[in-house]
């Protein structure tokens, strides 16, 4: 079973490999397959498309020959998918509802229908103060169309190198001069335990040593530096001896395997709120802390930027419940360094 998993994950590997390098494939294929795969029958799938079935059965063949890999089997019925077809097909309607996304925004901007501001993020920053802010500025910018994408910290300072984000919120301090960083506040970190393990027998806050001899899982696992890093710095700092590090590659991937008894994990403590099968106690260390970063381009003086800021602003004056909860008191504006 193991052998074959692994040559399961080398074939979708190949595919997603194959799918963003080939010089054949287009879209016209993406659309032809997933709509075989979504009538499960070349015939209707024909029809829908509105061209003959000889040709369609074509497109989809010259696609398996270009991955390597049979996506259908056609000798069912209804036509199944492969193993590879199922990733295939996901993969598939990822990149044509963002093609669709792309035509909309485009088209909005070309008539002056709509500005578009791009804004990274990590997923942790979604337990925090960032679904506030997001309404609040639809509310003060509804000519906007604000498209979120979620990236790790450090792919964020390329994204707004390269102009395909406009601002981020990650937790990565950096030293790049192309983008200004400003720290918003630093973050209490808190740990997650299995409900049956003797640290959970308490809620006040851990004293940090009680984690020597654990196994920790830590998340992000690439790109790095990252999250996980903070978290290792910040243990090796206490002179904390792990007994094991589990690395995964999101947030809710490492609390899962928490709730499944296969370690803790230190997260940012608005993530708290995630899951309730898990037991989270705060780390006893004004040191155990990670910062929440506003990023943008040097010298961007966009007017949507400066209204994030004030919005920024507006929500830390009103003291939201989570601000006091989760946070050491708000740090000056400031570039970080």
Same mark, same amino acid.
């Not at 074509?58 to 063949?61: L, M, T, Y």
């Given at each position: 079973m193991y052998n074959a998993f692994c040559a399961a994950a080398y074939r979708s590997g190949m595919i997603i490999h194959r799918l963003f390098s080939p010089p054949d494939m287009d879209l016209r294929q993406l659309r032809y397959f997933v709509a075989v795969a979504r009538e499960r029958n070349f015939t209707r799938a024909a029809e829908q498309l509105h061209i003959a079935q000889p040709p369609l059965s074509?497109?989809?063949?010259l696609l398996e020959e270009e991955l390597g890999v049979p996506l259908l089997i056609r000798n069912s019925r209804p036509v199944q998918m492969t193993d590879a077809g199922r990733l295939f097909y996901e993969q598939a309607m990822q990149i044509l509802g963002r093609v669709e996304q792309m035509q909309a925004a485009t088209r909005r901007v070309g008539l002056h229908q709509r500005s578009v501001l791009s804004i990274g993020f990590?997923?942790?920053?979604l337990y925090g103060g960032l679904p506030t802010l997001m309404r609040k500025l639809r509310e003060a910018a509804p000519e906007l169309d604000i498209q979120m994408v979620e990236l790790m910290s450090v792919q964020q300072i390329e994204a707004l190198k390269e102009g395909r984000i406009d601002i981020g919120f990650g937790r990565v301090r950096h030293s790049d001069p192309n983008v200004t960083g400003i720290v918003l506040r630093e973050e209490r970190l808190a740990v997650a335990v299995p409900i049956g393990s003797p640290l959970a027998q308490a809620d006040t806050p851990l004293p940090i040593e009680q984690l020597n001899g654990q196994k920790l899982i830590v998340y992000p696992k690439e790109p790095r530096p990252s999250f996980a890093d903070q978290v290792l710095s910040t243990l090796n700092g206490h002179g904390v001896q792990l007994g094991e590090v589990l690395e995964v590659r999101e947030i809710q991937t490492a609390?899962?395997?928490?709730?499944?008894?296969?370690?803790?994990?230190?997260? &940012?403590?608005?993530?708290?709120?995630?899951?309730?099968?898990?037991?989270?106690?705060?780390?006893?260390?004004?040191?155990?802390?990670? &910062?929440?970063?506003l990023n943008h381009r040097a010298n961007d003086t966009s007017k949507y930027i400066e209204l994030i800021k004030q919005l920024i602003d507006e929500i830390y004056a009103e003291r939201p419940a989570w601000l006091d909860a989760h946070n050491l008191p708000r740090v000056r504006k400031g570039r970080h360094s």
């Open positions: 074509r497109q989809i063949q990590v997923a942790s920053t609390v899962g395997l928490v709730a499944a008894e296969f370690g803790v994990c230190v997260i &940012p403590s608005s993530a708290r709120q995630m899951r309730q099968d898990v037991h989270y106690r705060l780390l006893d260390s004004e040191r155990a802390t990670s &910062p929440v970063i």
